[in-house]
């Protein structure tokens, strides 16, 4: 393999790896719960995760437009990420209740921001590294990579969760900075310039001048992203100690992670397409599971917890590859920041509404959920081939 496509494969390892590690589904939750931090609060964690590091895409896609130079802003946004992270550390270490929740939702939104770049111009290193057939391969192994490693933290730390209680967190955090700046190290020797302008680029046209497929992929997508807004509920059927639950749900995410991510990835290379439809399937049957098996077994709530944790890998890996191979050039950099600042406002959009339709009626939000995820699938079928034999 080509040593650029190693260092590739290496630094999306690590930056994964440190995603997993500082999950506002996992990690950041059990922090908050220590911590003795409002409720409130800690409903704003995926809120603040997904959407900030969505919204500011389309800005900074406009931006890009003039600056061809695209490892440049990939390292800013490194370094404002592993920053961030150490506000987190900080803010925890010094404070508890609301002014420690106050400074994890500002370090958190910090290291959205540095997610947003680093997410939109990895996109074109990736194009400029590898090319199509193979870059959903690339992505499964970084995943499978950073699943593995997350595992052989989780699992020893299984068995010393309730000695090192608070400790645990803050260490899995710390190992979350380390894993973010060893990406940014090895992937420095590597320099992507994509031209922006020029009379034959497809991306040099207004904002809402798209054509067809960025809003149909905008609508499929913006059903999907319940796969990530449905994972909390997994975890409130379990009343267990945070610091005891935490190690258990990441060794779940990791090794769904690990035995999924290279599958989903020659899945995608095949057909993006497919890939989110099966994905999707996966998630609503874990929903499913959800809704009719019992809450109150650790084992069954975790099991499920996997499930959905494989079916979103497959939605993760189905819409980036499918980002990656629709369009070409600048405009696949645009079609990326516009849908990823689209998908943040419907990120926003259901949460509001959710938090509505609950106060108002007390409907099961996993069944409302699961019923979106129905209508992606469904709806997934208009979306057109990224490939020629898919």
Partial sequence: MD????????????TKLA????????????????????????????????????????????????????HH?????????????LTIVLGAWWFEGLAAGWFILGGLTLLSLGRSACSLTMKDIQADV????????????????SGVLTLLIAVPLLFFS??????????????????????????????????????????????????????????VRGLFVHSALVAPYFMLETEQDAASLLPFYLGAQATATMLS?????????????????????LALIACVGLLLLPGHSLWISGGLFFVLAV?????????????????????????????????????????????????AFDINIVATMAAMLLAGIALSFILPKEKQSA
């Fill in 311 to 359: 079916a979103h890998t497959g939605v993760r890996t189905g819409r980036k590859t499918y980002s990656l191979d629709v369009k070409e050039g600048q405009a696949r950099t645009e079609l990326v920041a516009f849908s990823n600042t689209a998908i943040g406002l419907i990120l926003l959009g259901f949460g509001a509404l959710y938090a509505a339709l609950k106060a």
């Fill in 162 to 219: 309730d000695a090192l209680g608070e400790a645990l967190i803050f260490g899995l955090i710390i190992t979350a900075v380390a894993a973010m700046l060893i990406g940014l190290f090895i992937l420095l020797p590597v320099k992507t310039t994509v031209e922006a302008k020029g009379k034959n680029n497809e991306g040099s046209h207004s904002w809402w001048d798209f054509d067809a497929v960025v809003y149909k992929f905008i609508a």
């Fill in 19 to 70: 995603d997993l590690l500082i999950s506002a589904k996992t990690t950041l939750p059990a922090l908050m719960l220590t911590l003795g931090v409002p409720a409130w609060m800690i409903s704003w964690l995926v809120p603040i995760r997904e959407s900030g590091a969505l919204l500011p895409q389309a800005a900074i896609g406009v931006v890009l437009r003039h600056y061809p130079a695209r």
């Fill in 73 to 85: 802003i990939w390292r800013l946004g490194m370094v404002v990420q592993s920053l961030s992270i």
């Fill in 3 to 14: 040593p650029t496509k190693k260092r590739l494969i290496a630094s999306l390892a690590c």
């Fill in 130 to 145: 590898a090319e199509k057939g193979e870059r959903g391969k690339l992505l499964g192994i970084a995943s499978t990579t």
């Fill in 261 to 281: 991510s290279f599958i989903w990835g020659s899945v995608a290379d095949y057909s993006a397409r497919l890939t989110l439809q099966l994905a999707g399937v």
